[in-house]
């Protein structure tokens, strides 16, 4: 039977597609090629029986400030995001850190003589968030709600994070910055990948870095209840390979990468477009270990056990030559590592006194390395005895990650580099979720505002196919 759209892939993106278009009244499929839905927000047994473990993301700051998910009422369909005392800790030798603290103010007392800077760089963008996030997170091209604010944090995210943390004197001030600044998967000394640094710190004092109780797929599935009220279904099991497959529609939208809607599509897109799909480029891969525990991590330092998630990697300089390294195509031996104890803030992960750690690297595009032994090596430089709680581990590198979701192509998990212009032009710069197809668009992470679970690709997608043939 015909719909008026359907949605291929059901990942955060593909699914705030969906709902964004039943809630306007649209009828809508979802066909999903895993055996579950969610696309980079399942959770799943991974160690031990009861152990639910975020195979993917975990840590949710982009939902929480995202205006799509500001605009459902998901805690009415199940959800419920859990906050940890702190949102981020970065260890550094001698049982020093750095802390983000919900709170502003603590964090910049913590920070002493750099608590002015950090006020400065981060501080003024988190006061304005709720205003400004709606910019930062909308269309690739808008007339801006908060100009001034936009100018502020465009000031503050042009430089490169090195050039930024230079604002600051201490080791804990500097790496503090330069853990949430990494998340961009680029060289520190690229221009703009301050951004990441800024932004992130911001959310973590205006939103917070919340996880999901009982796993990230709670999100999903909350999602997905709320979608099906509105009428929405979604078929699990359906890899899309050709447009043959698929049942008529006034519209399609694709949670997929340029590079599979070229392959899907490729009959019903002129030359030149398809041409700026071949050229859109995969970024660096995800190495990541899922652990079950005896007991939480035995951090040196006490605020690290408080924290949501710690970022591992020593000194900016330390951090700096491994993100540079991963970029090279090298696999550094004291590598950036991002580690997530959702544990502490929800009991529920574990049906015993056990914990789960979600741990995981940047390695180059497509490595097959096993960077189980450089993991556990700089985790254990933080806390000593960490190897003694291991009851068990699940490993998944590059081609795991490419197997299990056909948009992570060379184990990529942010739907394509942001290096260079990829930045804004995801994949092109001008009306990037449409395609030149009037009945096709691109609704994943590929396009603005990129990686993350916040529902903003498929929400511009949505709303550009209302404005036009769903109009
Ligand atoms: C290890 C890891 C850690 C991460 N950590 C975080 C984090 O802590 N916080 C955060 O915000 N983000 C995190 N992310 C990123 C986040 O998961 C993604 O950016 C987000 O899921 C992108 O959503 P999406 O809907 O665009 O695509 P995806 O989540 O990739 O979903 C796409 C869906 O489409 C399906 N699909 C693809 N092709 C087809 C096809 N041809 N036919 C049918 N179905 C198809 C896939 O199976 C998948 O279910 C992480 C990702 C990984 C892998």
Redesign the pocket.
């Known amino acids: 039977m015909g719909v008026d759209a359907v949605v291929?892939?059901?990942?955060?993106?593909?699914?705030?597609a969906a709902i964004t278009l039943a809630r306007a009244g649209r009828s809508v499929r979802v066909?999903?090629?895993?055996d579950v839905?969610?696309?980079?927000?399942?959770t799943a047994e991974l160690t031990r029986p009861g152990y639910l473990h975020?195979?993917?993301?975990?840590?949710?700051?982009?939902?929480a400030a995202s205006p799509f998910f500001r605009e459902l009422d998901l805690a009415a369909r199940g959800l419920a995001l859990v906050h940890p005392q702190a949102p981020v800790a970065h260890p550094l030798d001698g049982g020093r850190a750095g802390v983000l603290e919900r709170s502003l103010r603590a964090t910049c007392e913590r920070l002493g003589r750099d608590g002015r800077a950090w006020r400065w760089l981060v501080g003024r963008p988190a006061g304005r968030f709720d205003r400004v996030v709606p910019d930062v997170l909308g269309p690739a091209l808008h007339r801006p709600r908060d100009p001034l604010g936009l100018a502020g944090l465009g000031l503050r995210s042009a430089p490169s994070a090195l050039l930024a943390a230079r604002l600051f004197r201490s080791d804990e001030a500097k790496a503090l910055f330069a853990g949430s600044a990494a998340h961009a998967f680029l060289p520190l000394n690229r221009p703009a990948t301050a951004t990441f640094g800024v932004l992130l710190s911001a959310a973590g004092h205006a939103a917070g870095w919340p996880v999901v109780r009982g796993g990230?797929g709670e999100l999903i599935a909350a999602m997905e209840r709320l979608l099906e009220s509105l009428g929405g279904t979604i078929e699990c099991g359906?890899?899309?390979?050709s447009m043959s497959e698929l049942p008529p529609a006034r519209a399609i939208l694709?949670?997929?990468?340029p590079g599979?809607l070229n392959a899907?599509a490729r009959d019903e897109l002129p030359a030149g477009y398809r041409r700026a799909l071949a050229r859109y480029r995969h970024g660096p891969g995800?190495f990541?270990l899922d652990y079950a525990l005896s007991e939480p991590i035995p951090w040196t330092n006490p605020d690290c056990r408080r924290a949501g998630t710690v970022h591992v990697g020593g000194t900016i300089g330390e951090i700096a030559a491994a993100e540079a390294g991963v970029w090279r195509g090298q696999h550094p031996a004291t590598p950036f590592v991002?580690v997530?104890q959702q544990s502490l803030a929800d009991p529920t992960r574990t049906p015993d006194d056990g914990h789960t750690l979600?741990a995981?690297t940047h390695v180059p595009h497509g490595s097959q390395r096993d960077m189980s032994e450089a993991i556990e090596r700089q985790i254990e430089r933080f806390a000593p005895g960490f190897r003694d709680t291991i009851v068990e581990r699940h490993v998944?590198g590059p081609s795991w990650?490419a197997a299990?979701?056909?948009?992570?192509v060379g184990g990529d998990?942010?739907?394509g580099s942001h290096g260079g212009l990829q930045l804004v032009r995801r994949p092109t710069l001008l009306h990037p979720h449409r395609t030149p197809n009037p009945r096709l668009f691109l609704?994943?992470?590929?396009t603005p505002p990129?990686?993350?679970?916040?529902?903003m690709?498929?929400y511009h997608a949505a709303h550009a196919a209302l404005a036009g043939v769903l109009g």
């Open positions: 291929v892939g059901s990942g955060p993106n593909g699914l705030a066909l999903e090629a895993a839905a969610g696309g980079g927000a399942r975020d195979v993917c993301s975990a840590i949710h700051p982009l939902a990230s359906h890899q899309v390979t694709f949670d997929t990468n599979q899907i995800a990541k991002l997530g979600w995981y998944a990650y299990y979701n056909p948009n992570a998990i942010t739907g609704c994943s992470a590929s990129g990686g993350g679970v916040h529902g690709c498929g």
